[in-house]
């Protein structure tokens, strides 16, 4: 019963960020109390070896870098107890949930889950957008989870913001993983429905205007390469045939939807082209005022690594120089420069090193057995929603962290399963 539970979570989580609280908190609190139950009862943790210290050390660096920054003038004891749950206290916890994945029917059922969740975003983001334009006869009042972004850029008359948007990052590149590892999935859900999340979830992302989303779009494929080339997933001539056809329709679609939406005027796609360019110029006189803010922050930045360079400043510390929230001075757009400044060159090398290593697992696992090639799915969603992280502070968020915990409970589940298990 309880796992179920921890279903409905994972898919608030998703679907939508910062908000029901009560519900979340409830449920984390009986999932947190089932866990101590059964480790109790079983005395022991349910972790292989690797995932068990891989933890340790994630936690330890958590510990470490948020105490750290006490013994700076730019943090205080305060700023230190807000970001322990970020980088210390939902470790913990993620870490006491992930065994519940040793149940493999439940990871069929999480992957039916993102499935749903993309289908619930899309749709939720396609027609609140349809509806502030006019096409659709409902209320845009009714749609509460989403706000609209009004005059900022020519390319759409009307662009929306949501915070499950950020769930796209993750979930757009799995299911396309997914529908060119169709004989190969754990995810039990027709091809058609797979395949009409991953159209839905890419025109959303249009809707939205978020260039970390649309770059993921075009950079996926290359991921998805990449994975496919390093595990050495073995495709019969029948299934790379069958992945030329699926391309050859992706690419069908993506025509007819641009066509229609030039067609239509809802989207202008040069302005639209020229706005999402921008994005990448980072100068001081970009057009953009976003990116020349990133821009102005790099400089700054590193000039406040190079005060502590080995060490950095620690987690709660904020720039001497830059300071992007005053409710959160730690959080920085420029997630990866700030966590080089506050932990320095060893903390930096640390925290790859531990994601790096969920990556070089994942393929090993693989490449040893074919069986667990539908583990790739979800480290290719992870490894693009890692790339969005560079610019947005998403894992400063407990809503956002499970991108990089899902795949190391997969790994534990792998390592654990006595059949088929690697360690």
């Known amino acids: 019963m309880f796992k179920y539970f921890g279903i409905i979570l994972f898919f608030l989580m998703m679907s939508t960020p910062f908000d029901f609280y009560g519900v979340k908190i409830f449920i984390m609190i009986l999932l947190f109390l089932h866990r101590i139950f059964i480790i109790i009862k079983k005395q022991k943790l349910e972790l292989s070896k690797s995932i068990f210290y891989w933890f340790v050390t994630l936690i330890f660096f958590g510990f470490f870098f948020s105490f750290w920054s006490l013994f700076f003038p730019y943090s205080n004891i305060n700023n230190v107890l807000k970001v322990l749950p970020v980088y210390f206290i939902w470790p913990i916890f993620y870490m006491l949930l992930i065994p519940y994945l040793l149940d493999e029917e439940l990871i069929i059922i999480l992957n039916k889950t993102m499935v749903m969740a993309s289908l619930f975003i899309s749709f939720y983001l396609i027609l609140a957008f349809l509806s502030l334009v006019g096409l659709l006869p409902i209320n845009f009042d009714n749609f509460t989870l989403v706000k609209p972004i009004l005059g900022r850029s020519e390319s759409v008359e009307a662009q929306l913001f949501m915070p499950a948007v950020t769930a796209l990052l993750f979930l757009n590149p799995f299911l396309l993983t997914n529908i060119l590892l169709s004989s190969h999935k754990k995810i039990r ?37 990449f994975f496919f080339r390093f595990a050495h997933i073995k495709l019969m001539p029948k299934e790379r045939k069958k992945i030329v056809k699926i391309l050859i329709l992706l690419a069908f679609v993506g025509v007819c939807t641009l066509s229609y939406i030039a067609y239509t005027g809802l989207v202008d796609l040069g302005e639209f082209w020229s706005f999402f360019i921008k994005g990448f110029d980072l100068s001081s006189n970009s057009d953009d005022v976003g990116s020349s803010e990133r821009g102005g922050q790099v400089s700054l930045m590193l000039k406040s690594w190079m005060d502590n360079p080995i060490l950095g400043s620690g987690l709660a510390s904020s720039s001497e120089y830059v300071i992007r929230s005053e409710s959160s001075p730690w959080m920085y757009e420029l997630s990866y420069l700030a966590l080089l400044f506050q932990t320095g060159i060893v903390g930096i090398i640390i925290y790859f090193s531990l994601l790096v290593w969920l990556f070089i697992k994942a393929i090993i696992i693989v490449k040893k057995n074919n069986y667990y090639s539908y583990i790739i799915p979800v480290f290719i969603g992870c490894f693009c929603f890692l790339v969005g992280c560079a610019s947005n502070p998403y894992l400063q968020a407990f809503d956002h962290m499970w991108a990089i915990f899902l795949p190391a409970g997969l790994i534990n589940y792998c390592n654990k399963n006595p059949l088929k298990g690697i360690e």
């Not at 027709?190 to 649309?214: H, Q």
Request: aromatic share 8%; hydrophobic share 60%; charged share 5%.
């Open 189 to 225: 859900m027709p091809n058609i429905v797979v395949f009409c999340s991953f159209i839905l979830t890419t025109i959303a992302i249009l809707v939205t205007g978020r260039r970390s989303l649309m770059l993921n779009v075009l950079i996926s494929p290359v991921v998805i390469w």
